[in-house]
T-cell receptor, first 109, second 118 residues
Framework: RKEVEQDPGPFNVPEGATVAFNCTYS??????FFWYRQDCRKEPKLLMS???SGNEDGRFTAQLNRASQYISLLIRDSKLSDSATYLC??????????FGPGTRLSVLP | DGGITQSPKYLFRKEGQNVTLSCEQN?????MYWYRQDPGQGLRLIYY???????QKGDIAEGYSVSREKKESFPLTVTSAQKNPTAFYLC?????????????????FGPGTRLLVL
């Protein structure tokens, strides 16, 4: 089983839709969690960290379920500019980041 | 303007040639990393450095070498021993090493170098 798994995608959604990304991780000792966004042929950029209590930044909401070893990212009212690949990243204390393979999103006009 | 720079943007390697990718940061970050990304795959760690004059192998270090003589710089050499070097190479840095946790381990990436084999 891979350390970090994500929905295979791609997701094609119309503008204004709500879209949810799912991520599961295998190491129960994981302690830091992030969502990165990567545009085509560009570097990944931090979208948001994921906290145990869940956190929201505008149209974006991240949730963490430690018991199920599951992370989610919800995008509401999606915009054309949200089209990108979304990477789930997990960190275990004393080790290095583990990146998921990413889920590609295309928001259609 | 603080940030991470990588050069060149595109690099072509001939058979049997060693090539060096540059990575510079002026963020005063202690930790630096090199990743490789292949199409449709996640980032894989090549080498990382938590402090000047020290570095460790990542998951796919074979065929690569690094140095960390200055805090700001972490060049990556792709040697002729790397048989499949075509990929997108990403350099990253963080205030503290990823292993430290505590909230300051967030990594910031440079724009990347695309390496192609002739």
């Amino acid at each position: 089983r891979k350390e970090v798994e994500q929905d295979p995608g791609p997701f094609n959604v119309p503008e204004g839709a709500t879209v949810a990304f799912n991520c599961t991780y295998s190491n129960s000792a994981s302690q830091s969690f992030f969502w990165y966004r990567q545009d085509c042929r560009k570097e990944p950029k931090l979208l948001m960290s994921v906290y145990s209590s869940g956190n929201e930044d505008g149209r974006f909401t991240a949730q963490l379920n430690r018991a199920s070893q599951y992370i989610s990212l919800l995008i509401r009212d999606s915009k054309l500019s949200d089209s990108a690949t979304y990477l789930c990243v997990v960190n275990v204390y004393g080790q290095n980041f583990v990146f998921g393979p990413g889920t590609r999103l295309s928001v259609l006009p | 303007d603080g940030g991470i720079t990588q050069s060149p943007k595109y690099l072509f390697r001939k058979e049997g040639q060693n090539v060096t990718l540059s990575c510079e940061q002026n963020l005063n970050h202690d930790a630096m990393y090199w990743y490789r990304q292949d199409p449709g795959q996640g980032l894989r760690l090549i080498y990382y450095s938590q402090i000047v004059n020290d570095f460790q192998k990542g998951d796919i270090a074979e065929g690569y070498s690094v140095s960390r003589e200055k805090k700001e710089s972490f060049p990556l050499t792709v040697t002729s021993a790397q048989k499949n070097p075509t990929a997108f190479y990403l350099c990253a840095s963080s205030i503290v090493p990823a292993a430290s946790g505590g909230g300051q381990e967030t990594q910031y990436f440079g724009p990347g170098t695309r390496l192609l084999v002739l």
